[in-house]
């Protein structure tokens, strides 16, 4: 499984920037997968994002109303919308991924298995 951000960009607050991550390897119909982003200065990793194959959508209470997930069931790529961006959102962005039995999304934070490289994202004032 390989995963792959981009989109991540440099905007002022009350900007938007859509993230993408492209999946390749991801084959079984029951999956789980989500956004999580690191803050600069080595921050706690937190989830932002999740969506699964039950259908089920979670957010972040500190995204929620500005930012989107969504899936191309037809290729298997994950988006963010992010809409009305802070300063506090700037981090770097991961997309992750479980697949196989089980695999919903407990949380916004799930443990993934596989993660990208990430995208930065920097939003300033």
């Known amino acids: 499984v390989h995963l792959m951000e981009s989109g991540g960009g440099s905007v002022q607050a009350g900007g938007s920037l859509r993230l993408s991550c492209a999946a390749s390897?991801?084959?079984?119909?029951?999956?789980?997968m989500g956004w999580l982003r690191q803050a600069p200065g080595g921050k706690a990793y937190e989830g932002v994002a999740?969506?699964?194959?039950?259908?089920?959508?979670r957010y972040a209470d500190a995204v929620k109303g500005r930012f989107t997930i969504s899936k191309d069931n037809t290729n298997n790529n994950l988006y963010l919308q992010m809409n009305m961006l802070k300063l506090e959102d700037t981090a770097m962005y991961h997309c992750?991924?479980?697949?196989?039995?089980?695999?919903?999304?407990?949380?916004?934070?799930?443990?993934?298995?596989?993660w990208g490289q990430g995208t930065q994202v920097t939003v300033s004032s």
């Open positions: 390897g991801l084959s079984d119909s029951s999956y789980c």
């Open positions: 992750g991924a479980n697949e196989g039995a089980g695999a919903y999304c407990y949380s916004v934070f799930p443990v993934y298995k596989y």
């Open positions: 999740t969506i699964d194959s039950t259908g089920n959508i």
